[in-house]
């Protein structure tokens, strides 16, 4: 380290500003990715180290992982391997001034990351009931001595214990959105079974429509967002009766209508909820047959007053309904699909999705081939 780099102690009053420059942005954020970087920050400020990296228990793969890591990606690492595991293992706060030396040390994820451990100070937090979820990893002092010391200790476990409340309740909010995604998949899947449809029509539907939505410029949350609700859009064919949504026959024309009101009846299942996911999935259930010149089902809505996530899941489903073999008919040829997309554009699709979608073939048709079924 160059002298220019040193830098100093925090005073008391310094180390208050950062407490309180992180608590209020800690007390307010929902999202455990986001809370985690925060948290990291925040340690990281607190003692004047290079990074720091909030591992947590995964007791189900019995594993610690890390998503944020000052520089890097989710790494997962075997629970009682490295230092953070022994930690965790006996419960026990450690100050290590050069990890190389030290056996405990886990020497994989330096080499994954290409950084240099040194100086290292771990700290195991609890939950209310005292089971430990995890642990703070300081990494590399930034003082002019390089070396962790007690009142860092004691600032990080002020730090830990703190973090232990915001991360449970971060935890169970995380749980409780798994479960409603859960829910969601397993019923679109429901839906889509009547219609001779598959389990991976609906990840598929998925995937197209969340990197479409990425393509296109949605923030990362929205894409999620629209990746979870985007299977739900044939969810009111569970009302259609078996003689007409089974007819291998033409429709007749009091037959489409039954068919058609599937988009209503979607949006009225789905509607009730205040939940922002169900919302989402009541408006593309009820637009995904919208199109783009205004005649589509069921209000004639056009252009861009047609939700950007029905916009977008309109060419994920019909995309999936060609590209894709049946028991019941094969996949088209993809230069007919192509040719059907291209004569659409602008008329059932809107031309701006369209043209990313073409533009980015080669990532759909990957996600297409991962998920193939064999019949």
Not at 193 to 221: F, I
Not at 231 to 237: A, N, R, T
Request: glycine fraction near 6%.
């Amino acid at each position: 380290m160059e002298n220019g780099n040193y830098q100093k102690e925090l005073t008391p009053e310094q180390i208050l500003r950062v407490i309180f420059s992180y608590a209020a942005k800690i007390a307010n954020e929902k999202s455990l990715d986001q809370l985690l970087i925060l948290m990291a920050d925040m340690g990281r400020d607190l003692i004047v180290a290079d990074r720091c990296t909030m591992w947590l228990i995964d007791k189900n793969q019995n594993q610690l992982w890390t998503k944020v890591a000052h520089g890097v990606d989710e790494i997962r690492i075997p629970l009682h391997s490295g230092l953070v595991g022994y930690a965790i293992s006996k419960n026990e706060s450690l100050i290590i001034d050069d990890a190389y030396l030290d056996s405990r040390f886990n020497r994989e994820v330096d080499k994954k990351t290409g950084y240099c451990t040194k100086a290292v100070m771990v700290i195991p937090f609890q939950n209310n009931n005292g089971e430990i979820m995890g642990a703070y990893q300081a990494v590399n002092k930034m003082t002019v001595d390089a070396v962790f010391t007690q009142q860092d200790m004691e600032h990080l476990t002020l730090a830990a214990s703190y973090a232990a409340k915001s991360l449970e309740a971060a935890i169970l909010h995380r749980e409780i959105e798994e479960t409603q995604k859960e829910i969601i998949f397993t019923i679109a899947e429901i839906g889509e079974s009547r219609s001779k449809e598959t389990g991976l029509h609906v990840k598929r539907v998925a995937e197209y429509s969340y990197l479409l939505a990425l393509k296109y410029g949605l923030s990362e949350q929205e894409a999620e967002v629209l990746r979870v609700v985007s299977p739900m859009h044939d969810i009111g064919k569970v009302a259609i009766p078996d003689a007409v949504l089974e007819k291998s026959g033409k429709l007749t024309e009091e037959e489409f209508e039954v068919i058609k009101s599937h988009t209503n009846i979607g949006h009225q299942l789905l509607n009730k909820s205040p939940r922002k996911l169900l919302q989402a999935a009541a408006i593309v259930a009820h637009q995904h047959h919208e199109k783009w010149n205004g005649k589509g089902y069921p209000r004639g809505i056009a252009g861009k007053d047609i939700h950007i996530f029905a916009r977008i899941t309109a060419i994920a489903d019909v995309f999936d309904a060609l590209a894709s073999e049946r028991v019941y008919k094969r996949a088209w040829e993809l230069d007919r699909i192509l040719a059907l997309f291209r004569e659409e554009s602008g008329q059932h699709f809107d031309p701006e999705l369209m043209d990313i979608f073409m533009d980015n073939l080669d990532e759909f048709l990957l996600i297409r081939d991962a998920h193939v079924e064999h019949f």
